[in-house]
C-alpha cells in the first residue's frame, strides 16, 4: 500500500468537503465553517471552555480564544464567569447564536448528504472505523514523543 496516495486522497477529501460546506454556511447564513464548528462544540459540552473546544476540534488553545473573540463579537457566544473555577470562564451559545446553530446545522446535515450520502451506510460506517483507527494510531505516535522528522 502506498500511505503518500492514501494520505494525498485523504487531504482532497477534507479539502473538498471543507470547501464545499463552508461555502454553503457562508452563501446561507454568512457563517463560515470555521465559526460553525466551535459553536457545534459549545452547543454539546456542558460548561464548555476554550480548552474543551480546542481539544474537541484538534487545535491549539490560542487558536480557539481568538475563535471565541470573534463569535462573542459576532454575538453568537459569550463568556460567563465559571462558578467552579473562578480563574477561568465557561462559553454558552447565546440566544441568536443557538437559532443561528440550529438553522446552520440543518443546510450542514443537507449539504453533506449531497456530497456523500450516495455512499452505502455500511461503507461510511466502514470509513468512519478506519478514520477513528488512523487518528488513534498519529495520536500514539503523538503520545509516544516520536517523531518523523
Known amino acids: 500500500m502506498e500511505l503518500a496516495g492514501l494520505f494525498s486522497e485523504l487531504v482532497r477529501l477534507e479539502t473538498e468537503l471543507w470547501n464545499a460546506v463552508d461555502a454553503r454556511l457562508r452563501a446561507d447564513f ?13 452547543a ?26 470573534r463569535l462573542e463579537a459576532a454575538g453568537h457566544c459569550a463568556r460567563v464567569p465559571n462558578p467552579d473555577d473562578r480563574r477561568s470562564s465557561v462559553i454558552e451559545l447565546t440566544p441568536s447564536g443557538r437559532r443561528l446553530l440550529a438553522k446552520a446545522s440543518t443546510a450542514f446535515e443537507d449539504e453533506l448528504q449531497v456530497r456523500i450520502g450516495s455512499v452505502s451506510t455500511r461503507q461510511l460506517q466502514q470509513f468512519e472505523s478506519t478514520v477513528v483507527a488512523l487518528r488513534r494510531a498519529v495520536a500514539r505516535v503523538e503520545g509516544d514523543g516520536r517523531s518523523t522528522a
Open 44 to 69: 454539546r459540552v456542558p460548561s464548555c471552555r476554550v480548552f474543551d473546544i480546542a481539544t474537541d476540534l484538534s487545535i491549539t488553545v490560542g487558536g480557539t480564544s481568538k475563535l471565541v473573540d
Open 30 to 42: 454568512d457563517l463560515p465553517l470555521p465559526w460553525f464548528e466551535p459553536m457545534q462544540v459549545i
